[in-house]
């Protein structure tokens, strides 16, 4: 019985050592190096620049230790790669000479985390949403491992637009676009967007957009027959659809209308609102003819401030249209047709910025132009 008892102490003392070596190997992995931001669900997150950016990078521990741990941030170009390949962004890294060369990062003994704090001066964007993909590097100090899934995290730099804007009165003229007829642009998905104030709701058929033809019409308006007219109305594909009547006067509010060959669908402030199937006579695809800005003639009594109208040949998403609303878009981008900035701040003309032609003139709708407008605040 005395040695049965030995050797089962032997036994539990055994396990009693190998459980606690295994406990003290298990916590000393446990503990690791990781980016406080890529803590959460998200891969990047937007800072906004307004006269630079500055950007509190937390590098924290699983648990303290009673050693300095110092640590390499890097940038790696190859990580936007791969986020815009999954995410459809189109985002650039911020060119090398703009970022620090050499730069870690130290959390004292006994502390939990430290910050790195990463300056960015303003500069000139040209419509580009320049990134940070920041990755922690080599542990230069201390005995600590890295998180493998959030030792990386990337910052996307977006500037708010501070424009200057056209009002326009179409009872007064309206805008036409070149050329004035005949795009022959036909496409299976658009999106057509941009910021609009309206000084009142006066009227009904105050018409903001009109493009295509018969089957292709695209029309929108505020107000149809019934009062008050404070709603926003599209009619297309033979179908339409409108908002409540909601709008306020002298309100800015970003519009986007989404077709993506099946549904059209109505975006506010970067929300849905409503949406609705079109007849669509012609299979779906909508043939561009022209575009003409604030073209109801008499009807359009109020005064109508525009900015940053959009049009796209695909289907934009809730989340690209709400990412993008407040900041300029690559003019570059391929899935553009036109780009209409409004921000040249005198004359009667408008660039298309994308460089496809379609440039837009005033014929007479032209009122003023207000300066310094942030959409934003």
């Not at 891969?43 to 648990?63: E, F, H, P, S, Y």
């Not at 890097?74 to 995410?87: D, G, H, I, V, W």
């Not at 669908?265 to 800005?293: C, E, H, L, W």
């Not at 300029?328 to 408008?350: C, Q, R, Y």
Request: net charge negative.
């Amino acid at each position: 019985m005395k040695y049965i008892y030995l050797s089962s102490l032997m036994i539990a003392l055994s396990a009693f050592f190998l459980i606690g070596c295994e406990n003290a190997e298990y916590k000393a992995q446990s503990n690791s190096l990781y980016i406080t931001d890529a803590a959460g669900t998200n891969n990047a997150t937007t800072v906004t620049m307004d006269d630079g950016a500055d950007i509190n990078v937390v590098v924290r521990l699983a648990q303290k230790v009673m050693e300095d741990v110092e640590v390499e941030i890097q940038f790696s170009p190859e990580l936007l790669a791969e986020y815009n390949a999954t995410s459809g962004t189109e985002y650039e890294v911020l060119p090398a000479d703009m970022l620090p060369k050499n730069a870690t990062v130290i959390i004292p003994a006994g502390e939990i985390s430290a910050n790195y704090r990463l300056h960015v001066d303003d500069f000139v964007t040209n419509g580009i949403t320049y990134a940070i993909p920041l990755t922690l590097g080599n542990v230069i100090k201390g005995n600590i491992v890295k998180s493998k899934a959030q030792s990386k995290f990337i910052y996307v730099l977006a500037k708010p637009l501070n424009v200057s804007v056209p009002v326009l009165r179409g009872n007064a003229g309206n805008v036409t676009t070149l050329p004035e007829t005949d795009w022959g642009i036909t496409v299976d998905a658009w999106t057509l967007e941009a910021w609009v104030r309206m000084d009142g709701y006066s009227i009904n058929n105050q018409a903001i957009f009109t493009s295509g033809s018969n089957d292709h019409e695209i029309y929108i308006r505020f107000g149809d027959a019934n009062r008050p007219y404070n709603y926003l109305q599209i009619k297309s594909l033979g179908g339409q659809k409108q908002t409540a009547s909601d709008l306020e006067a002298n309100t800015w509010y970003h519009w986007a209308f989404v077709y993506n060959g099946t549904t059209l669908t109505i975006y506010r402030n970067g929300k849905q609102d409503t949406f609705f199937d079109p007849p669509a006579p012609k299979g779906g695809s909508v043939r561009f003819d022209f575009m003409k800005i604030v073209d109801s003639g008499s009807y359009f009594r109020n005064n109508c401030a525009m900015s940053q109208v959009r049009l796209w040949k695909v289907a934009r998403t809730e989340s690209e249209i709400a990412n993008n609303m407040y900041f300029e878009v690559n003019p570059k981008n391929p899935n553009l047709i036109a780009l209409w900035p409004m921000d040249e701040g005198d004359g009667t003309s408008f660039r298309d910025a994308t460089g496809n032609g379609h440039n837009a003139t005033s014929n007479g709708a032209l009122q003023r132009w207000e300066h310094n407008i942030r959409f934003d605040k």
